[in-house]
């Protein structure tokens, strides 16, 4: 094969693997390893509040999306604090870009409203999503009053772990309860 002819080849499969990239379908409600490796980078780490709202974000848009909503995506969440961050990455709604809007109310609930026709849904933890997280901020109160590489913090932290991979792999349902609001 001539040089040409390997570099027509080439420019042949990159567009053939960027179609493929384009015409993926939407990841939707399904978080991927990218979103998590995404989120870390700009939260600095993947604290359980990050995630919980990244997977509330998650569910608001893709509901919001099945639900018919247009057009540009406005958020507003009413606590200031880890979440956000998980919004932000999950949704692509951002504080700056003035598509999020924060009101520190202690109330971990995300309105998602679709400009375009004014579709609007709420999204919130679930129950059993709520139970997990209070469990968390037990043991993690425990676990900092342990010694430092001891068994016991050791012990209590893989119990943590396995919660945030809960959050970060459990279905939609099980996590986030979704409403549509008109
Ligand atoms: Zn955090």
């Not at 998602?112 to 919130?124: F, I, P, R």
């Not at 037990?138 to 991979?165: F, H, N, T, W, Y």
């Amino acid at each position: 094969m001539s040089r040409t002819r390997i570099s027509r080849a080439f420019a042949a499969l990159a567009g053939l693997v960027f179609m493929a990239a384009i015409a993926a379908p939407a990841r939707g409600a399904d978080p991927s390893p990218d979103l998590w490796e995404r989120l870390k980078a700009f939260h600095g780490d993947l604290c359980l509040g990050s995630v919980m709202g990244a997977r509330i974000g998650l569910a608001a848009k893709a509901a919001l999306l099945k639900a018919g909503g247009e057009g540009k995506l406005m958020a507003a969440y009413y606590d200031l604090s880890c979440p956000v961050d998980g919004i932000q990455v999950a949704v692509g709604t951002t504080y700056g870009g003035r598509t999020l809007t924060v009101e520190d109310r202690d109330d971990h609930r995300l309105v998602l409203t679709a400009e375009g026709n004014g579709k609007q849904v709420e999204a919130k933890l679930t129950k059993l999503a709520d139970d997990k997280g209070a469990a968390f901020r037990v043991m993690k109160g425990k676990s900092r009053a342990l010694p430092e590489g001891s068994k016991e913090r050791q012990d209590i932290e893989k119990e943590m772990a396995v919660i945030v991979k809960w959050f970060q792999t459990a279905p939609d349902a099980e996590v986030v309860e979704v409403k549509i609001v008109h």
